[in-house]
């Protein structure tokens, strides 16, 4: 049967299809082909955090939740947040989520009314912008790709008009690795009390920062509890994709309400992933390190690659990807992405999915084992000679 599209929501058929799941898809059926698309860790989750699950299956713990998630993974998450100076009450400052994904979509839809404005600083993660718009939102792009690919506080401040109720940002970002300096964040946060908006800050990364970085949380600036809301998750630190485990921490009377849509939609959080969040906490730190370090190793070889090749690349502070400028090549990011998977069969997404400043990029996430990601270097390399010599 033919669907008519007037029986169908005119903002869902605006929406467009995730950039990142139309490459995902195309690897289907092609097992000989070398993904550095998808941002998934290449690691099982620790065997700690399954055992846990297995465990708790086994006693036959297959229930529903409180709405609001375990208290004893609320509270674990309390004191895992107080290593960044953040403190949560775990009673009605946390609420656990079917992964950071449905965090970004709840407090979106709590927050924002028609005719609103959000700024979103950008290139950002593909579902911030269309989930915006589904509120009726307007969305107003900053765009830092002249600015090391992280907002400054003038650009927010620019930005900011009577409509304006959000900034969105996201630190270590996805997908440029970038990390926004604490300096500059400081500044944001002033900027943010001024105006009296939110800061939505997605802080999936914080665990995965190299060098001598580390992360810092606009929420723990004096005053800014009051005016952020954090998304957070296990999907990244602690391999855990699959299990759809996140948390938004928030100020209570924003929480009371957004925890009304969560129950609605999701009623809570798969509760095995939940005891295995728990245990990842507790005991699953000397993995995550393990990974951390296999990451930091990897983003050398990968930067490494692209220098040699004469590629600019922004310095990937932190998370697992690389933002590379393809430009050189002639080609559009979508033409680079799509003729480097026909012909060398390597997959890695275009820049222009991320939004404003994308065009011209790649992103190629090296959460992937080392050995693929010297033959799809090797073949990158060869596919950018290939475009330069057509130049």
């Given at each position: 049967m033919n669907t008519r599209k007037d029986k169908l929501s005119e903002s869902i058929m605006r929406t467009p299809p995730s950039g990142i799941r139309k490459f995902f898809e195309m690897l289907i059926g092609h097992d000989d082909v070398i993904s550095l698309s998808v941002g998934e860790p290449d690691f099982p989750t620790p065997w700690c955090i399954r055992e846990e699950a297995f465990y708790h299956l086994e006693k036959g713990h297959t229930s529903y939740t409180s709405n609001w998630g375990l208290i004893e993974l609320r509270e674990e998450v309390a004191k895992y947040m107080e290593r960044y100076n953040l403190h949560y009450n775990p009673q009605n400052e946390i609420l656990i989520t079917v992964g950071a994904s449905e965090g970004v979509d709840a407090v979106?839809?709590?927050?924002?009314?028609?005719?609103?404005?959000?700024?979103?600083?950008?290139?950002?993660?593909?579902?911030?912008?269309?989930?915006?718009?589904?509120?009726?939102?307007?969305?107003?792009?900053?765009?830092?790709?002249?600015?090391?690919?992280?907002?400054?506080?003038?650009?927010?401040?620019?930005?900011?008009?009577?409509?304006?109720?959000?900034?969105?940002?996201?630190?270590?970002?996805?997908?440029?690795?970038?990390?926004?300096?604490?300096?500059?964040?400081?500044?944001?946060?002033t900027v943010a009390k001024k105006h009296q908006i939110w800061v939505i800050s997605d802080e999936i990364y914080c665990e995965l920062t190299y060098d001598e970085n580390k992360h810092v949380s606009i929420a723990s600036f004096p005053g800014m509890k009051d005016y952020t809301i954090i998304l957070n998750g296990f999907s990244k630190a602690f391999a855990m994709t699959g299990w759809r485990i996140g948390y938004i921490a928030a100020p209570q009377e924003?929480?009371?309400?957004?925890?009304?849509?969560?129950?609605?939609?999701?009623?809570?959080?798969?509760?095995?992933?939940?005891?295995?969040?728990?245990?990842?906490?507790?005991?699953?730190?000397?993995?995550?390190?393990?990974?951390?370090?296999?990451?930091?190793?990897?983003?050398?070889?990968?930067?490494?690659?692209?220098?040699?090749?004469?590629?600019?690349?922004?310095?990937?502070?932190?998370?697992?990807?690389?933002?590379?400028?393809?430009?050189?090549?002639?080609?559009?990011s979508e033409e680079f992405a799509t003729e480097l998977f026909k012909q060398h069969n390597i997959a890695v997404v275009p820049g222009s999915v991320f939004g404003a400043g994308g065009e011209g990029h790649i992103r190629c996430c090296y959460a992937t084992a080392v050995d693929k990601i010297k033959i799809a270097l090797d073949r990158i390399s060869d596919f950018i000679a290939e475009c330069r010599n057509k130049i």
């Open positions: 979106l839809r709590a927050i924002l009314n028609p005719g609103d404005e959000i700024l979103v600083s950008e290139p950002c993660y593909v579902n911030y912008i269309p989930l915006a718009e589904l509120c009726q939102t307007s969305v107003v792009h900053i765009d830092t790709s002249k600015n090391g690919f992280y907002p400054s506080a003038s650009q927010i401040e620019e930005a900011i008009t009577p409509k304006t109720k959000a900034i969105m940002i996201c630190s270590p970002n996805n997908p440029t690795g970038t990390i926004i300096p604490p300096s500059e964040l400081e500044k944001i946060a924003l929480l009371s309400q957004i925890v009304k849509l969560h129950g609605y939609n999701t009623i809570c959080a798969p509760i095995f992933s939940q005891y295995g969040a728990i245990e990842g906490l507790k005991n699953g730190w000397k993995e995550v390190e393990k990974m951390r370090i296999s990451y930091q190793q990897r983003r050398n070889l990968m930067e490494k690659a692209f220098h040699e090749m004469n590629i600019p690349v922004p310095e990937p502070a932190g998370a697992f990807y690389m933002f590379p400028d393809i430009s050189s090549t002639g080609l559009s």
